[in-house]
Structure formats: C-alpha cells, structure tokens
Nanobody, 119 residues
Framework: QVQLVESGGGLVQPGGSLRLACAASGISFSIYTMAWYRQAPGKQREFVASILRDYSTNYADSVKGRFTISRDNAKSTVYLQMNSLKPEDTAVYYC?????????????WGQGTQVTVSS
C-alpha cells in the first residue's frame, strides 16, 4: 500500500519560512518523480515544484527563488523549503509521486497539509 504523509504545515507570518516534509512508503522512492502541488480556497490545484530521480528540479514561476525542493532517498522523504512566504502562498500543500516523469499527472497523492501565511 502506497502512503505519502506530509508534515510541517502551520501558521506563519508574511516573510517567514516553513519546511514541509513528505515521507513515502510502498514505492521504490528513488526512481519516482516527487512533486508538491497546492490548492488555495476557491482555486484550482496547481503545480508548485518537482524533483526527478536525477535530482533535476522544476518550479512554478510564482515560487522560483523562494522555494526549494529536495529529496533524501535514504529516508524516502521529499522536502519543500519555503522562504519569504506571502499571503498568497496560503493553501493546502500536497505531496505527489509519479513513476514516469512524462506522465501528465501524478500516480499517488498525500492527504495534504495546511499552510497559512497571515499576520
């Protein structure tokens, strides 16, 4: 059974930082493309960042220079370091796993973790 369990969400002031983590089980983690998506209230779910098996990364324009995705294959965990947070970053953040990097959508989703940026 595949499980993706996110942690690290919470309430942070504008300009602050948070680090999300996603622990995976039930998959050969090192060969999967891992990614983060988010969904803000009343908006569609959107791509945030991804990291491939070769450690190459991609980011949405809205988070470039502020967010960093990384992975630790020994721990089957992917991270999202979020700096200089803005109120518009408020959303539920989802961890995903995809076997084929060319697939249009992830194979597995986590349950999500809430990030709220507010003063």
């Amino acid at each position: 059974q595949v499980q993706l369990v996110e942690s690290g969400g919470g309430l942070v002031q504008p300009g602050g930082s948070l680090r999300l983590a996603c622990a995976a089980s039930g998959i050969s983690f090192s060969i999967y493309t891992m990614a983060w998506y988010r969904q803000a209230p009343g908006k569609q779910r959107e791509f945030v960042a991804s990291i491939l098996r070769d450690y190459s990364t991609n980011y949405a324009d809205s988070v470039k220079g502020r967010f960093t995705i990384s992975r630790d294959n020994a721990k089957s965990t992917v991270y999202l370091q979020m700096n200089s947070l803005k109120p518009e970053d408020t959303a539920v953040y989802y961890c995903t796993a995809k076997f084929l990097s060319s697939s249009p959508s992830p194979d597995y989703w986590g349950q999500g973790t809430q990030v709220t940026v507010s003063s």
